[in-house]
Each structure stands twice: as structure tokens, then as C-alpha cells.
């Protein structure tokens, strides 16, 4: 499974980058406005600054929500750098817009993915990721993992090559879950790659192998 990072914080993507297990990012206007990158210019240089740290695909999501908006913005963006994929919002101009750039071979990823029907009109607009929201369906108490279960067997089925990016992802024991169901690739905050690392029985393992091995060469001088 593909690990892409959720920001648009360059630190933290370099973090991630140096991690040595990063494939991607995905922004979106929020993540955006969080990092306070406003104007057209900013935007763009911005989308290139984060390609320049990571060697692998970059979504970067359109504003327009018509269709001829969504052409030329997704257009501009594709344009900025080999890496980029426009990131288009699940509507019927969105769908409309993915089988276009799918037909000039442009990367798409559609966003605010909620239901399994959704997904395929992605598929069938030839998409190249589709974003469940994992974390956003668990908050209104509809389990999110599922939805991402359901959507592998469908593109399985018919041999879709839409890759599934488990979106919205809050936690490391999502990561695992949409490992498990067969997600192509989780989009994460960098806490929750970076919680994976972490073990008590690790810590405690190592601390005493390296205990032993500093009483031996005691030992071994005295
Ligand atoms: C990424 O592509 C999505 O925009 C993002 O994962 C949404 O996450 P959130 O629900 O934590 O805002």
C-alpha cells in the first residue's frame, strides 16, 4: 500500500520524505488556507515546492465547480509539473471533467468520495484515484473502513484500474484497516504514519539488547 501525506506543510512533508516511505501528497483548499497559501501565483509555486520534495504524485484540487472552470484550472495545474494530479470534486461537472482530462491523459484524483455508486461513476470516468472519506463517514457513525471493503470488491469485479485512496484518515488503526480491506494507498497526517513506528515492547527490546551488549564488553575488559 502507498503512504501519501494529508498537508500542504512543506515541513512536515520533508519530514515525512526523510522517513523514506512516503509516496505522494494530497492537499486540498483547507489544507491550503491552514499553511495561509492565498493568490493565484502563491498557489501555484506552492503546488511546485512540494513536487520538488517528493518524487511521486501530488493532488492538487481545482476551485471552479462548472465544468469549463474545472478544464482550464485543471489545465494550468497539470501543466506545473509531470507529478501533478487534479484533484476534481465528485459532481456531475467533476465526473464530466475526469473523463476529459482521463482522455488527455491527465492524472485525476475524485474527491469526497461517500458512497460505493460514487465510486464507480469515478471508475467509469477512468479516474486515477478515487478519495473515500474514511475519518468524515466514521464521524456521522457510518463506518468509513466499509465503504472502502465495498468499493475493492466493485473495481475488482469489473478490473477498474482506479486506484483507492483512503482519504480523511484520522488514525494508524485506519491505516491498518484499509490495508487489510486492500486499499491501493492511504492519505495520512504525518502522526499517524508516524505512530506505526512505535512499539513499547520495541523500546524496551532494544534498551536491553543494547544493556547486554554494554555489560559483555565490560566483561570482556576487566
Ligand atoms: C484528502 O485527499 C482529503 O481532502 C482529506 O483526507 C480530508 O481529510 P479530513 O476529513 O481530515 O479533512
Known amino acids: 500500500m502507498k503512504f501519501f501525506i494529508d498537508t500542504a506543510s512543506l515541513a512536515q512533508i520533508k519530514e515525512a520524505q526523510d522517513l523514506g ?20 501565483d502563491r498557489v501555484m509555486k506552492h503546488y511546485v515546492d512540494i513536487c520538488n520534495i517528493v518524487d511521486g504524485d501530488v493532488s492538487a484540487e481545482v476551485i471552479a465547480t462548472d465544468y469549463a472552470g474545472m478544464i482550464k484550472e485543471g489545465e494550468d495545474l497539470a501543466a506545473l509539473h509531470p507529478n501533478i494530479v487534479v484533484k476534481v470534486p465528485m459532481t456531475r461537472d467533476g465526473v464530466k471533467a475526469i473523463k476529459y482530462f482521463t482522455g488527455k491523459g491527465i492524472k485525476t484524483n475524485c474527491t469526497l468520495v461517500f458512497s460505493a455508486g460514487q465510486a464507480l461513476l469515478a471508475a467509469k470516468a477512468g479516474a486515477t484515484y478515487v478519495s473515500p472519506f ?29 486506484e483507492i485512496l483512503a482519504a480523511s484518515i484520522r488514525h494508524p488503526m485506519h491505516i491498518i484497516q484499509c490495508a487489510e480491506v ?23 527490546g532494544l534498551e536491553k539488547f543494547l544493556a547486554d551488549h554494554k555489560k559483555a564488553a565490560t566483561a570482556v575488559k576487566a
Open 21 to 40: 516511505v512516503l509516496d505522494g501528497v494530497t492537499t486540498n483548499p483547507s489544507l491550503m488556507a491552514k499553511e495561509g497559501i492565498s493568490g493565484h
Open 134 to 162: 474514511v475519518g468524515r463517514l466514521d464521524d456521522v457513525s457510518t463506518d468509513g473502513v466499509q465503504l472502502i471493503e465495498q468499493i475493492r470488491v466493485i473495481y475488482d469485479n469489473y478490473g477498474y484500474g482506479t
Open 182 to 204: 486492500g486499499a491501493d494507498v492511504a492519505t495520512c497526517p504525518l502522526s499517524a504514519i508516524t505512530a506505526l513506528f512505535d512499539h513499547p515492547l520495541t523500546t524496551i
